[in-house]
Structure formats: C-alpha cells, structure tokens
Antibody, heavy 127, light 108 residues
C-alpha cells in the first residue's frame, strides 16, 4: 500500500530555511494532490498547503509569503520550503495524500480526505 | 477562513459506552467536505470519516459520521480500548483547509 516518509533536518536556526521532502512509495504520485500539515508541540493541526502532480499549488494565507511546495514526479517526491523560520515554526511536520478522483475532463478534483499520512518529522527552530 | 469548534474539549467515558463528538463550523461547509481524524499519542493522524458520513478504508463500523451545513457529529457506538485518543474534524471545502481544536476521549 502507499506509504509516505518525511525527511530533512531536525534542527534549523532562526531566520534560516526549513526544507523537507516527502517520498511516496508503494504507489504513484501522479493523479493525486499532496499536502503538508504541521502540529506544534501539544497543540492541534495546521494545514500548510498542497500541490498537485502537475505542480498546481494552494497555500494557507497565514504562511503564503514564506512557503514553497514543489513536486518531482520522476522521484515520486514532493517538498516543502519554509523561509525565515522562528521558534513558532517548531512542530511535527506531516505529509499526506489528498485522496480523490478527477472528473472525466480532468478539470475538477473531488476530494475524499487525507487518507495516507507520513509518520511525521520533528523540526526544532533554535540557535 | 472557516473556523471549526469542537465540543466537548474532553470526554470521559468507560469502554463499551457511546461517544458523541460535535463539530460546528462558522460557515456552511461546501459539499459537506468534512472529515474526522483520530490521533493516538505519538502517532500521525488517521482518517476515519470523509464527506461527513463516509467511512474511510479500514474504519470500523462502530464509527459513524453525520450532519451537514454547519453542524456535524462523530459517534462511536461502543468504545473499545484503542478508541481513547484525540479526534479532529477538518473541512476541505473552502481554502484554507482548517481543523477543529480537537476532542480528547479519555478513560473514565
């Protein structure tokens, strides 16, 4: 079955850029949307943004000025970059598949929820 | 941005009891794109319900979702030991996707 694995540095200095990659195994990255979500220590879930296999993106306005999500279909991976990090960006970062189906003409994607999640990776922002 | 408010914050119940969790939205959720997720300590969230009432693959039938518009409910008919966890509702009908603050179901 499809599995996701996040990877990247666990410690990032303030003002630097957080970079994470999510590797998709057991299935193709094609024909789906893929999201990043984070969870600060002891708190709830925050959606960061998503990307389609063709590279279309949608970001949370609260982070939009600092976030870039990209996809590499040849490697079955998608990535997150978050610039100018502060301690408030310390969190467990998850990647997830936005399950759904495309309409016959591939103009609309009908979502079925985030059905596959990575195990999460802890990122601490500290000098 | 749609704000989801879950109640109660904590639900203290015994195994075998029925759990009823509420999720109220600040605006109507488009197409009833409302999901429920379960998160056990130290684990990633797991999708239980999507589209307000459809069970995800592998979700036991003791879990059921209902509701539409702005009011949604997750019901666990008989609590099993593995059901004691935090539950989040999430809307994916309007960008940005948003989550409720969570309901913790704890053993009484």
């Amino acid at each position: 079955q499809v599995q996701l694995q996040e990877s990247g540095p666990g410690l990032v200095k303030p003002s630097e850029t957080l970079s994470l990659t999510c590797t998709v195994s057991g299935g193709s990255i094609n024909n789906f949307y893929w999201s990043w979500i984070r969870q600060p220590p002891g708190k709830g879930l925050d959606w960061i943004g998503y990307i389609s296999d063709s590279g279309s993106t949608n970001y949370n306005p609260s982070l939009k000025s600092r976030v870039t999500i990209s996809v590499d279909t040849s490697k079955n991976q998608f990535s997150l970059k978050l610039t100018s990090v502060t301690a408030a960006d310390t969190a467990v970062y998850y990647c997830a598949r936005e399950n759904g189906v495309w309409s016959g003409d591939y103009t609309n994607y009908y979502y079925y929820g985030m059905d596959v999640w990575g195990q999460g990776t802890t990122v601490t922002v500290s000098s | 941005e749609i704000v989801l408010t879950q109640s109660p914050g904590t639900l203290s119940l015994s195994p075998g009891e029925r759990a009823t969790l509420s999720c109220r939205s600040s605006q109507s959720v488009s197409d009833n794109y409302l999901a429920w997720l379960q998160q056990r300590p130290g684990q990633a969230p797991r999708l239980l319900i999507f589209g307000a009432s459809s069970r995800a693959s592998g979700t036991p039938d003791r879990f059921s979702g209902s509701g539409s518009g702005t009011d949604f409910t997750l019901t666990i008919s008989r609590l099993e030991p593995e059901d004691f966890a935090v539950y989040y509702c999430q809307q994916y009908g309007s960008s940005p996707w948003t989550f409720g603050q969570g309901t913790k179901v704890e053993i009484k």
